[in-house]
Protein backbone atom coordinates (compact mmCIF):
# COMPACT_ATOMS: atom_id res chain seq x y z
CA UNK A 1 0.00 0.00 0.00
CA UNK A 2 1.45 3.63 -0.51
CA UNK A 3 0.32 4.44 2.98
CA UNK A 4 2.96 6.95 4.81
CA UNK A 5 2.88 4.32 7.62
CA UNK A 6 4.96 1.78 5.69
CA UNK A 7 7.52 4.62 4.60
CA UNK A 8 9.01 4.02 7.72
CA UNK A 9 10.52 0.91 6.32
CA UNK A 10 9.54 -0.12 2.94
CA UNK A 11 11.57 1.33 0.57
CA UNK A 12 9.58 1.06 -2.92
CA UNK A 13 11.99 -1.34 -5.62
CA UNK A 14 14.37 -1.93 -2.95
CA UNK A 15 13.04 -4.17 -0.42
CA UNK A 16 9.06 -4.65 -1.58
CA UNK A 17 7.06 -2.63 -4.39
CA UNK A 18 4.57 -0.10 -2.79
CA UNK A 19 0.92 -0.76 -4.73
CA UNK A 20 -1.35 2.60 -4.69
CA UNK A 21 -4.78 1.60 -3.51
CA UNK A 22 -5.94 4.58 -4.48
CA UNK A 23 -4.83 3.95 -7.61
CA UNK A 24 -7.48 4.46 -11.03
CA UNK A 25 -7.46 0.49 -10.74
CA UNK A 26 -6.04 -0.67 -7.60
CA UNK A 27 -6.55 -4.37 -8.92
CA UNK A 28 -4.50 -3.96 -11.81
CA UNK A 29 -1.80 -2.39 -9.43
CA UNK A 30 -1.91 -5.23 -7.14
CA UNK A 31 -1.80 -7.68 -9.89
CA UNK A 32 1.25 -6.27 -11.44
CA UNK A 33 3.20 -6.09 -8.51
CA UNK A 34 2.06 -9.17 -7.78
CA UNK A 35 3.76 -10.43 -11.66
CA UNK A 36 7.39 -9.30 -10.61
CA UNK A 37 7.26 -11.17 -7.50
CA UNK A 38 7.95 -14.21 -9.43
CA UNK A 39 11.17 -12.35 -10.92
CA UNK A 40 12.55 -10.76 -7.14
CA UNK A 41 16.35 -9.78 -7.11
CA UNK A 42 18.64 -11.29 -4.91
CA UNK A 43 18.96 -7.91 -3.57
CA UNK A 44 15.74 -7.44 -3.16
CA UNK A 45 15.56 -10.49 -1.13
CA UNK A 46 18.54 -9.61 1.05
CA UNK A 47 17.48 -6.10 1.86
CA UNK A 48 13.76 -7.49 2.41
CA UNK A 49 15.23 -9.99 4.77
CA UNK A 50 17.38 -7.34 6.68
CA UNK A 51 14.50 -5.08 7.05
CA UNK A 52 12.47 -8.16 8.65
CA UNK A 53 15.28 -8.90 10.90
CA UNK A 54 15.36 -5.05 12.21
CA UNK A 55 11.43 -5.20 13.19
CA UNK A 56 12.03 -9.15 15.07
CA UNK A 57 10.82 -9.07 18.62
CA UNK A 58 14.61 -8.57 20.01
CA UNK A 59 15.82 -6.10 17.90
CA UNK A 60 13.17 -3.49 18.99
CA UNK A 61 13.57 -4.56 22.05
CA UNK A 62 16.99 -3.95 22.20
CA UNK A 63 16.13 -0.29 20.68
CA UNK A 64 13.59 0.32 23.35
CA UNK A 65 15.68 -0.36 26.52
CA UNK A 66 18.54 1.79 24.79
CA UNK A 67 16.39 4.52 24.12
CA UNK A 68 14.76 3.93 28.32
CA UNK A 69 18.01 4.23 29.31
CA UNK A 70 18.80 7.39 27.38
CA UNK A 71 15.51 9.20 29.33
CA UNK A 72 16.45 7.70 32.43
CA UNK A 73 19.73 9.31 33.06
CA UNK A 74 19.70 12.78 35.34
Known amino acids: S ?3 CFGEYLA ?3 NGWIVD ?3 PDPT ?3 ANALAQSGRVPTAM ?3 AAETARSYS ?3 VADRW ?3 LAQ ?3 P
Request: glycine share 4%.
Open 71 to 73: WSK
Open 28 to 30: IAL
Open 65 to 67: LAA
Open 12 to 14: DGK
Open 21 to 23: AES
Open 45 to 47: IDA
Open 57 to 59: IPA
Open 2 to 4: ALS
